[in-house]
Protein backbone atom coordinates (compact mmCIF):
# COMPACT_ATOMS: atom_id res chain seq x y z
CA UNK A 1 0.00 0.00 0.00
CA UNK A 2 1.30 3.25 -0.80
CA UNK A 3 2.23 5.42 2.23
CA UNK A 4 0.63 9.07 2.17
CA UNK A 5 2.69 11.77 4.56
CA UNK A 6 0.78 15.15 4.82
CA UNK A 7 2.22 18.54 6.19
CA UNK A 8 1.89 22.10 6.71
CA UNK A 9 -1.70 22.24 8.79
CA UNK A 10 -1.50 24.57 11.87
CA UNK A 11 -3.32 27.70 13.30
CA UNK A 12 -4.60 30.57 11.62
CA UNK A 13 -6.92 33.74 11.80
CA UNK A 14 -9.52 33.71 9.71
CA UNK A 15 -8.87 35.48 6.67
CA UNK A 16 -5.22 33.62 6.53
CA UNK A 17 -3.86 31.64 4.17
CA UNK A 18 -2.24 27.80 4.22
CA UNK A 19 -0.71 25.34 2.01
CA UNK A 20 -0.91 21.68 2.86
CA UNK A 21 1.24 19.27 0.94
CA UNK A 22 0.74 15.26 0.78
CA UNK A 23 3.87 13.05 -0.41
CA UNK A 24 3.51 9.29 -1.46
CA UNK A 25 6.13 7.53 -0.64
CA UNK A 26 6.48 5.02 -3.68
CA UNK A 27 5.62 6.00 -7.51
CA UNK A 28 2.02 6.05 -8.16
CA UNK A 29 0.20 5.48 -11.28
CA UNK A 30 -0.75 7.92 -13.98
CA UNK A 31 -4.40 6.80 -13.61
CA UNK A 32 -4.42 7.76 -9.76
CA UNK A 33 -6.30 10.67 -8.61
CA UNK A 34 -4.99 12.42 -5.71
CA UNK A 35 -7.22 14.99 -3.55
CA UNK A 36 -8.05 16.44 -0.08
CA UNK A 37 -11.21 15.60 2.05
CA UNK A 38 -12.16 16.93 5.38
CA UNK A 39 -14.12 16.25 8.37
CA UNK A 40 -14.94 18.68 11.10
CA UNK A 41 -15.97 17.47 14.62
CA UNK A 42 -19.75 15.73 14.32
CA UNK A 43 -19.69 16.26 10.75
CA UNK A 44 -19.09 13.36 7.84
CA UNK A 45 -16.13 13.61 5.80
CA UNK A 46 -16.33 16.07 2.77
CA UNK A 47 -14.40 16.36 -0.90
CA UNK A 48 -12.37 19.44 -0.86
CA UNK A 49 -10.74 19.10 -4.27
CA UNK A 50 -9.58 16.44 -6.57
CA UNK A 51 -6.89 16.42 -9.20
CA UNK A 52 -5.85 14.16 -11.98
CA UNK A 53 -2.32 13.50 -13.28
CA UNK A 54 -3.46 15.68 -16.42
CA UNK A 55 -4.35 18.60 -14.21
CA UNK A 56 -8.34 18.63 -14.45
CA UNK A 57 -9.52 19.39 -11.18
CA UNK A 58 -12.41 19.35 -8.75
CA UNK A 59 -13.78 21.39 -5.78
CA UNK A 60 -16.61 21.47 -3.31
CA UNK A 61 -18.64 24.74 -4.03
CA UNK A 62 -17.59 25.87 -0.64
CA UNK A 63 -14.29 26.32 -1.72
CA UNK A 64 -14.27 27.43 -4.89
CA UNK A 65 -12.61 30.87 -5.65
CA UNK A 66 -10.52 29.93 -2.44
CA UNK A 67 -8.49 26.52 -2.49
CA UNK A 68 -6.59 25.77 -4.95
CA UNK A 69 -5.06 22.17 -5.54
CA UNK A 70 -1.78 21.15 -7.79
CA UNK A 71 0.29 18.09 -8.18
CA UNK A 72 3.17 17.75 -9.32
CA UNK A 73 3.60 14.23 -10.57
CA UNK A 74 7.66 13.82 -10.64
CA UNK A 75 7.41 14.31 -6.94
CA UNK A 76 4.13 12.37 -6.60
CA UNK A 77 2.43 15.04 -4.74
CA UNK A 78 -0.24 17.11 -4.09
CA UNK A 79 -0.73 20.36 -2.70
CA UNK A 80 -3.69 22.14 -1.60
CA UNK A 81 -3.20 26.06 -1.14
CA UNK A 82 -6.01 27.65 1.16
CA UNK A 83 -6.63 30.90 0.74
CA UNK A 84 -9.19 33.47 2.79
CA UNK A 85 -9.57 30.69 5.38
CA UNK A 86 -13.14 30.72 7.11
CA UNK A 87 -13.73 29.35 10.75
CA UNK A 88 -15.65 26.37 9.00
CA UNK A 89 -12.85 25.41 7.42
CA UNK A 90 -11.71 24.01 10.65
CA UNK A 91 -11.41 20.33 10.32
CA UNK A 92 -8.87 17.68 10.00
CA UNK A 93 -7.59 17.45 6.31
CA UNK A 94 -6.85 14.20 4.50
CA UNK A 95 -4.99 13.34 2.07
CA UNK A 96 -6.32 10.87 -0.57
CA UNK A 97 -4.84 8.55 -3.18
CA UNK A 98 -7.87 6.48 -5.42
CA UNK A 99 -7.33 4.84 -8.96
CA UNK A 100 -4.89 2.19 -9.55
CA UNK A 101 -3.59 2.88 -5.92
CA UNK A 102 -5.84 3.48 -3.01
CA UNK A 103 -4.92 5.10 0.07
CA UNK A 104 -5.69 7.88 3.03
CA UNK A 105 -2.92 9.75 4.66
CA UNK A 106 -2.96 9.84 8.74
CA UNK A 107 -5.10 13.56 8.46
CA UNK A 108 -3.18 17.28 9.45
CA UNK A 109 -5.42 19.47 11.30
CA UNK A 110 -6.63 22.90 10.13
CA UNK A 111 -8.15 25.45 12.69
CA UNK A 112 -9.25 29.01 11.46
CA UNK A 113 -9.05 31.22 14.70
CA UNK A 114 -12.62 33.91 13.92
Known amino acids: QVQLVESGGGLVQAGGSLRLSCEARRRIDSFDVMGWYRQAPGKQRELVATVTSTGITNYADSVKGRFTISRDSAKNTVFLQMNSLKPEDTAVYYC????????WGQGTQVTVSS
Open 96 to 103: RLSGVNVA
